[in-house]
Structure formats: structure tokens, C-alpha cells
């Protein structure tokens, strides 16, 4: 027997263990519940001077991501590097980012390049002041160059933005807002720990104030498997999207992780239980049907644009049919055809270079991924001495570079097999033959003359299953790189541990 994802019938007998959720590795046909964000995993121990030792690639556009690690609340669950905002400290922080920026810009490597996008995450970006906010971004806008239909996103919550810090970023060139609305269910938001925050109400009131103030494209997070949440909340959250200004959305897992406020309150029944993952798949299922069937465009199984504008299609936006065999009329987006997803694009149809600016940031320069110093601090101390933060990552031969735009661009749900020649020099087909054939023959994935596609609705479920297929022997098994495990390595190698010594020297 199968379920409605064509997945086998054990998955029905799986439920949610909480002291699994750091699992990062399952085999089909269990379904891999780690998000793959980033590629190759085997990270060590990295200067800016190996990084450039030999320059391998001149880029000519880039992207940037910049993170800003603090919120003015910080929620039960929360696994990103952030701390609770602190006045001085983001004050020498946005002077460390400037001085970074220039650091780079001063770097032969990125000589005469251009940002065709950007990224300030978080934490929440949008917890600085207004007047922090144009500082930063107007400097960004004087050292940076951009392309004309660039695109720049910052992260908010629904209440760290008001219309002073609105007309900051539209000022400033800032384009798209992503906002963690997660839910717009009150009781929901309280399992959450976000309630003192936001509620739904306020988050409809942030939505309709960017939109009034003319903000271009506005995106919202969801999360599935919060406590609580039923399919019935769950389908009046679809609807509510569907009736909001939104031009993007993205839906997460929510992970409660082991000894968080969160797991405690969900162990000893404070919350009710979350969804089981049988549940959570059904809304899934369920938003994937609802969306495409409204003409909703798929950038990945878990981010939707909403249905073409006459504005996308003139600029060049380009499409593609999510079920090849045209059984139901639901496409998919070219991310790479369209600015408003220049990042995603770039980051992972492209695997383009992406600088990483600020602390415990990941970037991808010259055939390396980086990551940069976790500890605020220590990442100020390292600017201010005039030193790129890198302090760990991974160089990309062509054999990785050749995984890695499979792992990373079949997230985009599909890969063009001349795109993939243009770029490596070979057929992807021809180069994973065995892999792909297995995949094929487990109905996780098409292949045409010229792609490969990811399955629906199966190689949707299995999506992250399929992107670590293309894993090199060297990353087999690994978990993804984490500002955690770059602490633990940092730590490793520091003089004072009695480690061996790293000259992290320009
Ligand atoms: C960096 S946050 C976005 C901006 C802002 N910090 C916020 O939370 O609203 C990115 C997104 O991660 C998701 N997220 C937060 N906690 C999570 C968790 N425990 N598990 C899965 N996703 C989570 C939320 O959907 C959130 O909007
Ligand atoms: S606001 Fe976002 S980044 Fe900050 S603690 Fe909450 S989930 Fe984490």
C-alpha cells in the first residue's frame, strides 16, 4: 500500500520522535528530515589566504549574505545564531560589518564585480533601529555595485518594523521583505513562544503597511508541525495567503530541538503534542495540491511564488510544467529567469560565488565554502584587525563542483542538462549514470534530453533523499555545516586549546 506521496507503507507506521529530530541521514524509503542547505559538508579548518592562494574562477556577478544576529525576542525553538539585541553591541557590530565590506572590497577577486542579489538575515536584520538601518544600507549601496533589476531581501518579524524603519529600506534599495509570520492562529503563535511578540492580527496589519508603502515583493514564512496545529488550521492559513499581498512564500519544518524550552514544554504536555510526521506530510500534500491548483508557481517543494504577474512574463519570467506529462496543468518557476529569485538562483541553479559578511555567515568564493566566525566578538576583534572572518570551510574540486550542482540545483526541482555541460564540461547523465538510473527506477526523478526533474509528488517528499544521492564519498553521511560545528572546530584549532595553529592572516 501506498499514501497519497506514492512513499511506502512503512512511512505510515513512523511517527514523530523528538529525540531523533537531529537525525541527518535516512536511507530511502525513509524520507531524509534534514533540510540540505548547503554543500560540501566536510568543512575544516580554512584561511582567507588558502581561500585566495590561487584565484580559480573571476566572477563577474555575485550575491551577498549578511547576517545580523539579533532578535528583541528569542523564541523556545529557535536553531539560528542569534542573541538577545544588545545596544553597544550592535553598534560595534554594524561598524565591523562596514569595515568587512571594505575588506572586500579591496580584494583583487572581486574586482569590477556586480551584486545581482542580496540577503540580510538573521536572527532578525530588521531588530536595528531606522537610523541603523539606513546607516548600514546606504553604506552598503555607496560600496557595493548592483545590477539594474537587482534584488536586495531582509528578514523581519511582523512587529520588529514599523513605517520609519520601511522608509529606511526603501530608501536604501531594499526590495523584498521575508517575514516570519509562521502561523496566523494566536494559540499557535503561543506554543511557539511567539505570542508576546506578534499575533495574527499584527502580522496582517505589517503585511498591508508594506504593501501600502509600495514594498515590490513581499514573502512569509510558514512553519508545519507546530503544536497544536491541525489540518483544519492549517487549511485556513492556505486560504488567508491566498487572499494577502504576498508575492512569495516559504514553509519550514518546525524542529523542536532537544533540551529547548520548547521540547520541555511539548515532553510535559504545557503544549499540546505537534502534528505526527504522517500528519505534517498531509499538509504538505495538501498546500502543494491547493497552491499549484490555484496557479501558484513552485521554486522548490517548499517555496511558491504567487501566479505569474504580466510584469514577470514581459521581464523574461519562463516557467515549467511540474508534471511533464501534462496530467494537471501546475508549473513550476525558473528561478534563474526572474530577479525576484536571483538569490535562490544564484546560491543553488547557478552555484554561483555569494560573499558572506558578518558572524557566523556562509558564503562561496573561488571554489571554496565558507563560513565565518561564530562568536560576535571574536568576529569583531578579527575585522577591526583588518582580517577576513573566514575561519572555516571547504575547497570544491571538480568533482565536488560537479556534485554540488546537482545537490544544491535539484532543490530547485530541476536541472538543465546543457546549462549543467555549459558549466562542468560533461552530461550529468553521463557522469552519474548509476545514480540517476537508481533514482529513475525508484520514481524519484525524470530525465529528458534536456533535464533532470524532480517527481510529483513523490520526489517532492523525498526531496532531500534525492539531493544527497549526489553526496561525494568524502561528504557520505556527514550532517550539514553548522555555526555549532564551526564553533566546536574553531575551538579545536585555537593556540590556547594547545591545538595546532592557524595564521588567519590577509
Ligand atoms: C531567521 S527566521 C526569519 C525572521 C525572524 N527571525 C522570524 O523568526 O520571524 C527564518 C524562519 O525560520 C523558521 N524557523 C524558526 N524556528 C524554527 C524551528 N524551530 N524549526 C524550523 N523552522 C524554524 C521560521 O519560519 C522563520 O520565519
Ligand atoms: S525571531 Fe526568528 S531568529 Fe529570532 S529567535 Fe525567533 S525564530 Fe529565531
Avoid at 506529462?325 to 508549473?331: A, T
Amino acid at each position: 500500500m501506498t499514501d497519497q506521496t506514492g512513499a511506502a507503507a512503512s512511512q505510515e507506521t513512523i511517527t514523530r520522535n523528538f529525540l531523533d529530530t537531529p537525525s541527518f541521514w535516512r536511507q530511502y524509503p525513509d524520507r531524509d528530515i534534514e533540510f540540505v542547505r548547503w554543500y560540501p559538508c566536510n568543512i575544516g579548518p580554512l584561511t582567507p589566504d588558502q581561500m585566495f592562494a590561487t584565484v580559480e574562477t573571476r566572477p563577474r556577478t555575485v550575491s551577498f549574505y549578511l547576517h545580523i544576529p539579533f532578535c528583541n525576542q528569542v523564541c523556545t525553538s529557535c536553531p539560528y545564531n542569534k542573541l538577545h539585541t544588545r545596544n553597544t553591541l550592535v553598534t560595534d557590530y554594524i561598524e565591523a560589518l562596514k569595515a568587512e565590506v571594505l575588506l572586500y572590497s579591496r580584494l583583487g577577486y572581486l574586482d569590477g564585480v556586480t551584486f545581482s542579489s542580496g540577503y540580510l538575515g538573521g536572527g532578525t536584520p530588521t531588530t536595528l533601529r531606522a537610523e541603523q538601518l539606513d546607516d548600514l544600507l546606504g553604506f552598503l549601496r555607496r560600496h557595493l555595485t548592483f545590477t539594474d533589476d537587482y534584488t536586495v531581501t531582509i528578514e523581519s518579524t511582523p512587529v520588529d518594523i514599523d513605517q520609519r524603519k520601511i522608509d529606511a529600506l526603501l530608501a536604501n534599495g531594499v526590495n523584498r521583505v521575508s517575514m516570519g509570520v509562521q502561523t496566523f492562529h494566536d494559540p499557535l503563535l503561543r506554543y511557539l513562544g511567539r505570542a508576546r511578540a506578534h499575533t495574527g492580527e499584527s502580522a496582517l496589519r505589517t503585511i498591508e503597511l508594506l504593501d501600502r508603502n509600495g514594498m515590490e515583493n513581499i514573502c512569509i514564512d510558514y512553519m508545519i508541525g507546530i503544536p497544536g496545529q491541525t489540518p483544519e488550521l492549517w487549511a485556513a492559513d492556505i486560504e488567508t495567503l491566498t487572499s494577502i499581498p504576498v508575492t512569495s512564500f516559504s514553509v519550514y519544518n518546525y524542529a523542536v530541538l532537544p533540551g529547548s524550552e520548547a521540547f520541555f514544554a511539548v515532553q510535559s504536555g504545557i503544549t499540546p503534542p505537534c502534528p505526527s510526521t504522517k500528519e505534517a506530510d498531509a499538509m504538505y500534500h495538501y498546500m502543494h495540491e491547493e497552491l499549484l491548483s490555484r496557479n501558484y508557481l513552485a521554486l522548490t517543494y517548499n517555496d511558491f511564488a504567487e501566479p505569474m504577474r504580466p510584469e514577470w512574463e514581459a521581464k523574461g519570467a519562463q516557467t515549467f510544467p511540474v508534471l511533464p506529462d501534462g496530467s494537471k496543468p501546475y508549473r513550476g518557476l525558473r528561478a534563474e529567469t526572474l530577479s525576484l529569485t536571483d538569490h535562490l538562483a544564484q546560491v543553488w541553479g547557478r552555484c554561483g560565488d555569494m560573499v558572506a559578511f558578518g558572524s557566523g555567515a556562509y558564503g562561496y568564493l573561488n571554489n571554496h565554502l565558507y563560513c565565518t566566525e561564530p562568536d560576535i566578538g571574536r568576529y569583531i576583534e578579527t575585522v577591526r584587525a583588518g582580517r577576513i572572518p573566514a575561519v572555516m570551510g571547504a575547497y570544491t574540486d571538480e568533482h565536488e563542483r560537479r556534485c554540488r550542482s546537482l545537490v544544491l540545483g535539484l532543490k530547485l526541482l530541476r536541472v538543465s542538462r546543457s546549462e549543467y555541460r555549459a558549466r562542468h564540461g560533461v552530461d550529468p547523465y553521463a557522469y552519474f549514470t548509476e545514480k540517476i538510473d537508481d533514482l529513475v527506477a525508484k520514481g524519484l526523478l525524470t530525465v529528458t534530453e534536456d533535464t533532470l526533474q524532480v517527481t510529483y509528488p513523490k520526489g517532492w517528499h523525498y526531496i532531500d533523499n534525492i539531493s544527497k544521492t549526489f553526496y561525494s564519498e568524502a561528504n557520505h553521511r556527514l550532517p550539514q555545516p553548522s555555526s555549532a560545528s564551526t564553533e566546536i572546530l574553531n575551538w579545536q584549532v585555537r593556540p590556547e586549546n594547545g591545538r595546532r595553529s592557524l595564521n588567519i592572516v590577509q
